[in-house]
């Protein structure tokens, strides 16, 4: 391959002088060997001139001293023989400053730790004769290296404009090398290294040669030993009998599944068993059935002969069933091995649960299985579900009947407001279509002594109402899910006189809201119709009551009586009314 | 956004080269000097910063634009500011006397006044000029006005009698700098910045130089 001669670099140590090298190339092997010449002319000159050293700086080399050195003027060398220019190089001086190596490194102990492991010591070292620091000319920073002796990687350190460095925690048993190199501040490039500067703490006497065993954190044992506790824990977990800590720690994993279906049920086209599993539970709460959290529910075929009764398959299918007390959206539906039929939080919530769940009749069971896969669906029934999820949530057995039109005989007020299966008995708070003529809310308007929240029917259709008077102007945001109390309280109070419609609750009617508890609760209504003023459904019932007691976390007990609109407005933010508010309304 | 990660890297930088700006005189103090040691300390923290910041945006220019224009090898760049006789090596450092060292250094810092104010500006006309270049632009623009002022008071101090200072060479490249032809523009600007590079790098040079000398005798 025939290589040309060619500048190799050019570079001035100090700013005061400079030097070009070339590599001769293997050119002249072939042909007549010629004489190089390097020429170099300044930028405000016209001649090329010659080198005028070529010795001082080794062979291939063109030294220019300090009278021939202009810092800051351009120079353009180049390498030529008679006639034939081979390379050109065009440069100022202060570019191609790469300094000397540092000189007279050396180090000296500053401390040792307790143990004399370790030890810190002190580098020094001057800057290189050639660079004129004293004066200022050129400022140099100097970066400097260190390993272990049997090491390969250098450690750096950061650049530095110091001519001394600590170094501190190095291993008083092991030797190290260090080396440093200089630049000049505002370059890039740095200079060639220094020579290699040797500690060794043994020279000086303080070097521990038993003190190679180091106590190095046995991080292996810990590691293996860490492994096999975790697994021996895990296992334990795994084989205890203790439902609770199993539960802890391994939560059931939901099979993937549609929400509410089960094909196979769907296959065999048990319409009672899809209908009942289509009922949308509302309750939130554990109103747990879990009276053994790990019963397998595979698959129930218990017959209930209410069911037989139904008119018709439609109906059915429209009927509230039920009941249980899952949540549309919360629960898990696994039928592969029912680990537990409640909620996710299921730790703080199913030890209390589990007691009333014990306390479900057999018929419950049932239920249970049927509606062991809680539907989102149930956002689009037609149908109402009751449940009064936060009413009280102690009473998991609230809704568990089917109240289908012909089963409504435990709600007793309220049998014949339900015209059509459409209409039912509803305490809920659930999410209600509402295309359906049921009511999205009812009132509470007894509280049976065995716990049960007695309901009044609510209106039949809220569809194609005419637009009552001031309230219908209100805007409220339809796609909020709660209601300022405020809003909603302006409506009421200036209607409630005249109905008692919760003409709100139209203009609230909404695919997707439904009331908070708290505006349930505190929402205050004019209760004008309780509940046995109201068998019809045309009649208007007022769809909030106050509330009488609070017995949380068991429930509300709601005050059947109307209760007077406090005159000032409550200052309350949107779905939320503190307690002391809440005193202020109750008598 | 990118404005601001400038400002913050800026800062930074400043920070970093103990550039920002230091109480001057304790409060209630009726006269308050800083000594001339400390007017040089932040003399040189300027211009070390401005020559800093020149490298930078020339590197990045050549970087980004010079790249296959052969402009290094049209070096016979000459600068506006070729026409004042600066040192040119160590000797002649060593010899010019302090108070026109000092002249020469405003002369030059005052000659790069309009050209910055004007590369500020013209280099946002850039084709997709890259944000770092343009923040550089306009801190070496702010930083030299700085240094500016600060060789003035050095000068106040250390000038016995009138300060006569006449040095001063104008620029005229503005019309190059907004040439229609792009491969000019670009060949102008890369003058400008070559030249501002130097230029930063002597003044740098030159303060350190008398720093030493008038500070600490000599032996710094």
């Known amino acids: 391959i025939l290589q040309w001669p060619q500048i190799s670099k050019c570079r001035s140590p100090e700013m005061e002088t400079f030097s070009c090298f070339w590599t001769a190339g293997n050119f002249y092997n072939l042909t007549v060997p010629r004489i190089l010449q390097l020429l170099y002319k300044k930028s405000n000159e016209e001649d090329w001139k010659e080198c005028p050293d070529y010795i001082t700086s080794g062979q291939n080399s063109c030294y220019f001293n300090a009278s021939y050195t202009s810092v800051w003027t351009p120079y353009c060398v180049q390498l030529a023989s008679k006639n034939e220019v081979y390379d050109k190089k065009c440069f100022s001086v202060d570019e191609i400053v790469l300094p000397d190596p540092p000189v007279h490194l050396n180090w000296t102990l500053l401390n040792t730790s307790q143990t004399g492991i370790h030890g810190d010591i002190q580098v020094r070292w001057d800057p290189p004769p050639t660079a004129d620091v004293r004066k200022g000319w050129i400022t140099l920073e100097y970066e400097l290296q260190y390993k272990e002796v049997n090491e390969t990687k250098w450690n750096e350190l950061k650049p530095r404009l110091s001519t001394m460095v600590p170094l501190y925690s190095l291993k008083t048993a092991r030797d190290y090398e260090i080396r440093i190199r200089s630049r000049q501040r505002t370059s890039e490039k740095f200079g060639e290294f220094s020579e290699i500067l040797y500690v060794s703490f043994s020279q000086i006497g303080i070097g521990c040669d038993h003190c190679t065993e180091e106590v190095e954190f046995p991080w292996f044992l810990v590691v293996v030993f860490g492994v096999c506790g975790l697994a021996v824990t895990v296992i334990s977990i795994m084989l205890s009998k203790q439902p609770r800590l199993k539960m802890l720690i391994f939560p059931p994993v939901p099979v993937p599944k549609i929400k509410g279906i089960d094909p196979d049920l769907l296959k065999k086209g048990k319409l009672d068993e899809v209908n009942s599993i289509l009922a949308c539970h509302d309750s939130y709460k554990a109103q747990l059935y879990c009276d053994d959290l790990w019963v397998e529910f595979i698959e129930l075929d218990i017959e209930d002969p209410e069911e037989k009764n139904r008119a018709s398959d439609t109906d059915r299918l429209l009927s509230e069933d039920d009941l249980k007390s899952h949540s549309c959206l919360g629960t898990k539906d696994d039928d592969s091995g029912r680990a537990s039929c409640c909620e996710p939080d299921i730790p703080e919530t199913d030890f209390s649960a589990s007691d009333t769940c014990d306390a479900t009749s057999d018929s419950d069971q049932f239920k249970k299985a049927t509606e062991k896969e809680e539907d989102l669906l149930c956002l689009e029934r037609q149908d109402n579900d009751e449940s009064l999820p936060n009413l009280a949530s102690t009473d998991p057995q609230r809704q568990h009947r089917n109240t289908e039109s012909e089963n409504s005989s435990v709600w007793a007020p309220f049998e014949d407001s339900v015209e059509s299966p459409h209409l039912s008995v509803h305490t809920q708070i659930s999410n209600q279509n509402s295309l359906t003529s049921t009511d999205f809310y009812a009132q509470v308007s007894d509280i049976t002594p065995a716990g049960r929240v007695v309901l009044s029917p609510g209106q039949k259709s809220k569809l194609g109402r005419t637009q009552r008077e001031s309230c219908t102007e209100q805007n409220f945001t339809m796609d909020n899910t709660y209601f300022c109390e405020a809003d909603v309280k302006k409506c009421i109070a200036v209607t409630s006189q005249e109905e008692n419609e919760p003409r709100v609750q139209e203009q609230g009617y909404n695919e997707d809201g439904y009331f908070t508890t708290e505006s349930l609760t505190t929402t205050v209504a004019n209760l004008g119709a309780p509940t046995a003023a109201v068998p019809s459904s045309e009649m208007p019932v007022a769809d909030y009551t106050s509330i009488h007691i609070v017995q949380s976390p068991q429930g509300l007990v709601l005050n059947a009586t109307a209760l007077p609109v406090p005159d000032k407005e409550f200052n309350v933010s949107c779905g939320y009314v503190s307690t002391d508010q809440l005193n202020k309304i109750m008598p | ?220």
Request: glycine share 4%.
């Open chain 2, 1 to 220: 956004g990118l404005l601001l990660v400038a400002l913050l890297v800026s800062h930074m930088l400043l920070t970093k080269e103990g550039v920002t700006s230091l109480p001057i005189c304790p409060k209630g103090s009726v006269s308050c000097q800083l000594s001339l040691e400390e007017l040089f300390d932040r003399a040189v923290k300027l211009s070390h910063y401005i020559h800093f910041l020149s490298s930078e945006i020339f590197n990045e220019f050549d970087e980004r634009y010079a790249q296959g224009r052969g402009f290094i090898a049209k070096a016979v760049n000459s600068c506006h500011t070729a026409s004042l006789t600066t040192p040119e090596d160590k000797e002649q450092a060593q010899q010019i006397h302090h108070e026109d060292l000092l002249n020469l250094i405003l002369g030059v810092l005052r000659s790069w006044n309009d050209p910055l104010i004007h590369l500020a500006s013209e280099v946002q006309r850039i084709k997709e000029a890259p944000e770092t270049i343009l923040w550089k632009a306009v801190e070496i623009e702010e930083q030299n006005k700085r240094l500016l002022e600060g060789m003035e008071k050095i000068v106040g101090r250390v000038h016995s009698g009138v300060v006569e200072n006449d040095i001063y060479t104008p620029w005229d490249g503005l019309p190059s700098l907004q040439l229609a032809d792009e491969d000019s523009r670009l060949f102008a600007f890369y003058n400008l910045l070559h030249c501002l590079r130097r230029d930063s790098h002597k003044i740098d040079n030159y303060l350190k130089v008398l720093k030493c000398r008038l500070i600490h005798d000599n032996n710094c």
